[in-house]
């Protein structure tokens, strides 16, 4: 159903339940009047992870914007006054509709992620003749958000390409992780692609379930399917240096086989080797024992004990979701972590909002700005090391200190009368050390009677519990091991063998992965890493932003490498030692560093070899296209 054809009631309906801030950009670009870019009607400023609707508007102006957009709205058959603002306007819209002095570099990156403009690569040279240079496949690793997010680029390039996913579905991380509460802990208005997006979301977090139907219903929208195969696990790769090309063994449902690609993509992440535990006894444990992402289909925890090792981004999604199903539930804890309050967490996105986003022109593109917003660098400023700050135990500066204070009287808040897990549950290192955890429930359900936390460390595993260093036995039906994973190991689980014979593993070992970009490795020529070495976010945004860049990147790489007659390229290992040590200066000045803290952002000898130093605009701009200049080239025959 189109607005104009919506009864009256019902868009009166929905345009109450509208974000103003997000109704007045439409209203904008509907009208091309610009007394809607002029007082009263300036947005207050939200910094909230979920922002009031009104804006801060007085209740005559917000009956002004609403009655201007069912006016529009209600015309049929209307035409949008601007379809498609520049970045100078769209810069001035944004810093309108945000309430903030926006920097200029941010429009353009911008105007893609609202499809404003399209992000994808294109040929400067026909390509039915550009790209059949070389007809051996690209062979991509992984048909979860990465894998979807190159492949998507490629088959509009007409790249030939198959991907090999060793699960019978894809979406990853996303189809492996089932545990209870299982979801995304950034928006999924914002945790989508910029191109083919769904607006339908149930929620403003979106549980795995929905999450792993958009991405299986992404590879079909985009044409992926037919270049997938199911079932098949890389166990070997290695370069040719006679046939310019990766030679990848597969075992796959047939046997065993030699593919060969013009190009190795790794898409398989940061996050899909569980990280299993060091803890003697493990075997002789009566009851189930498992990591979170392999929890049971079958397994029912009605008056069971159970027991929960570790508090990290799983534990606070599955503790809140099971404590009123189990008889008893013990949280192991070897320290403590920061949790931003949400409480909009598991609110639902109503009908009426929701044809708000699928219907309203503009709507979903400005909506998803003020969550990519929310979520993206304006955090980064609170995780630079202040040299003059008093304080550095507890906080990195001014701002940091603010939020500690903040999350801190959250805290108190949430625990007051427990005295002994507040003891328990306050950090001592400053907010966002770790990775960025959201309180979707966590201090309330750890309050419940039959809810301990134990900090005490785990000595052993018994055949009827766990037994920590006090001495005390903990008896349990069931242990959850919510311990992570090995991050640092990224596309080096592949057994990779580039020039001279070269194991990636050994490139890469002590668990320090490095890549120019975090895409590629001297010495492994046409081999590109997604989600690889530094390129986490750690300050906010979201992996599919990450994978989109980095797709582009790549594409760019085959284009130019197809359009020049070039078979391989291979990163000069002076480019890749100046980025870096670029990579490694920027951490010393941000939290990551710290030395009040253990993360797995960082390898044993202190290295942070997970997370990204730089802004998301900063990225952006990194991996727009590939420049030759950092690359040794080998020409194609005949060239």
Same mark, same amino acid.
């Given at each position: 159903m189109t607005a104009s054809s919506l009864p009256m009631q019902q868009l009166q309906a929905a345009i109450a339940e509208a974000d103003l801030r997000v109704l007045l950009m439409v209203v904008f670009q509907l009208s091309g009047d610009r007394r809607w870019l002029a007082e009263p009607f300036r947005p207050k400023r939200d910094v909230n992870l979920i922002a009031a609707n009104d804006a801060g508007f007085a209740a005559a102006e917000q009956a002004e914007i609403r009655a201007a957009a069912i006016e529009l709205l209600s015309t049929p058959a209307r035409q949008a006054a601007i379809s498609s603002p520049d970045d100078s306007l769209t810069l001035e819209m944004m810093r309108w509709c945000l309430g903030e002095n926006i920097a200029a570099e941010y429009a353009p990156m911008m105007r893609e992620e609202m499809a404003f403009t399209d992000r994808h690569v294109r040929w400067s040279t026909a390509p039915s003749k550009a790209s059949t240079t070389d007809t051996r496949p690209v062979i991509i690793v992984g048909a979860g958000a990465s894998g979807i997010a190159l492949a998507a680029n490629l088959v509009k390039l007409a790249i030939p390409f198959i991907i090999l996913e060793k699960n019978p579905q894809v979406g990853g991380t996303w189809f492996e992780n089932t545990y209870p509460g299982c979801g995304v802990d950034t928006p999924n208005h914002a945790y989508s692609f910029s191109f083919g997006r769904r607006n339908n979301w149930s929620r403003y977090f979106a549980p795995q379930p929905e999450i792993h139907a958009y991405l299986t219903d992404s590879a079909a929208d985009f044409g992926l399917l037919p270049h997938i195969r199911f079932r098949h696990q890389v166990t070997a790769a290695t370069w040719s240096a006679e046939g310019l090309c990766w030679q990848v063994a597969v075992s796959g449902p047939e046997g065993d086989e030699i593919i060969e690609g013009r190009a190795l993509v790794s898409a398989i992440g940061q996050l899909s080797l569980p990280s299993m535990p060091a803890i003697p006894g493990q075997d002789s444990f009566n009851g189930p024992i498992f990591h979170s992402s392999r929890w049971p289909d079958d397994l029912s925890l009605s008056g069971k004990r159970l027991a929960v090792v570790g508090t990290g981004a799983s534990a606070?999604?599955?503790?809140?979701? @099971?404590?009123?199903? @189990?008889?008893?539930?013990?949280?192991?804890?070897?320290?403590?972590?920061?949790?931003?309050?949400?409480?909009?967490?598991?609110?639902?996105?109503?009908?009426?909002?929701?044809?708000?986003?699928?219907?309203?022109?503009?709507?979903?593109?400005?909506?998803?700005?003020?969550?990519?917003?929310? =979520?993206?660098?304006? !955090?980064?400023?609170?995780?630079?090391?202040?040299? &003059?700050?008093?304080?550095?135990?507890?906080?990195?500066?001014?701002?940091?200190?603010?939020?500690?204070?903040?999350?801190?009287?959250?805290?108190?808040? /949430?625990?007051?009368?427990?005295?002994?897990?507040i003891a328990k549950c306050l950090p001592s290192y400053p907010p966002y050390g770790k990775r960025i955890l959201l309180d979707?429930?966590?201090?309330?359900?750890?309050?419940?009677?039959?809810?301990?936390?134990?900090?005490?460390?785990?000595?052993?595993?018994? *055949?009827?519990?766990?037994?920590?260093?006090?001495?005390?036995?903990? +008896?349990?039906?069931?242990?959850?091991?919510?311990?992570?994973?090995?991050? *640092?190991?990224?596309?080096?689980?592949?057994?990779?063998?580039? !020039?001279?014979?070269?194991?990636?593993? &050994?490139?890469?070992?002590?668990?320090?992965?490095?890549?120019?970009?975090?895409?590629?490795?001297?010495?492994?020529?046409?081999?590109?890493?997604?989600?690889?070495?530094?390129? %986490?976010? +750690?300050?906010? %945004?979201?992996?599919?932003?990450?994978?989109?860049?980095?797709?582009?990147?790549?594409?760019?790489?085959?284009?130019?490498?197809?359009?020049?007659?070039?078979?391989?390229?291979?990163?000069? /290992?002076?480019?890749?030692?100046?980025?870096?040590?670029?990579?490694?200066?920027?951490?010393?000045?941000?939290?990551?560093?710290?030395?009040?803290?253990?993360? =797995?952002?960082?390898?044993?000898?202190?290295?942070?070899?997970?997370?990204?130093?730089?802004? !998301?605009?900063? =990225?952006?701009?990194?991996?727009? /296209? !590939? &420049?030759?200049?950092?690359? /040794?080239?080998?020409?194609?025959? +005949?060239?």
């Open positions: 606070m999604q599955i503790v809140p979701t @099971v404590v009123d199903q @189990v008889a008893e539930l013990q949280i192991f804890q070897r320290s403590a972590q920061w949790a931003r309050p949400i409480p909009h967490y598991h609110d639902p996105i109503s009908p009426l909002s929701q044809w708000l986003l699928q219907s309203v022109p503009f709507y979903a593109p400005w909506f998803r700005l003020t969550m990519l917003w929310r =979520y993206g660098d304006g !955090l980064l400023p609170s995780l630079r090391k202040d040299p &003059d700050w008093a304080f550095p135990d507890r906080s990195l500066n001014r701002a940091n200190d603010r939020h500690r204070q903040q999350m801190t009287a959250h805290i108190y808040q /949430q625990l007051e009368g427990r005295p002994d897990l979707n429930g966590w201090y309330e359900a750890i309050r419940h009677d039959h809810v301990s936390l134990q900090t005490d460390a785990i000595e052993a595993i018994t *055949a009827t519990g766990l037994k920590t260093a006090d001495g005390r036995d903990h +008896g349990a039906d069931i242990i959850v091991l919510a311990t992570g994973f090995k991050v *640092a190991l990224m596309a080096a689980r592949l057994n990779i063998r580039g !020039l001279n014979g070269e194991n990636l593993a &050994d490139r890469w070992a002590n668990d320090n992965p490095t890549a120019y970009l975090g895409i590629t490795v001297p010495g492994f020529p046409n081999l590109f890493c997604m989600q690889g070495p530094n390129t %986490g976010l +750690g300050h906010g %945004g979201s992996a599919i932003f990450q994978a989109e860049c980095q797709a582009r990147y790549i594409a760019s790489a085959l284009v130019v490498m197809s359009e020049s007659n070039i078979a391989a390229i291979d990163v000069n /290992q002076d480019a890749h030692d100046r980025y870096v040590a670029s990579v490694d200066r920027a951490h010393e000045q941000l939290i990551w560093t710290h030395p009040g803290m253990s993360t =797995y952002y960082r390898n044993p000898a202190g290295r942070v070899v997970s997370v990204m130093p730089w802004r !998301l605009v900063d =990225y952006w701009q990194m991996t727009r /296209q !590939l &420049d030759l200049a950092d690359y /040794q080239l080998t020409p194609a025959a +005949g060239s």
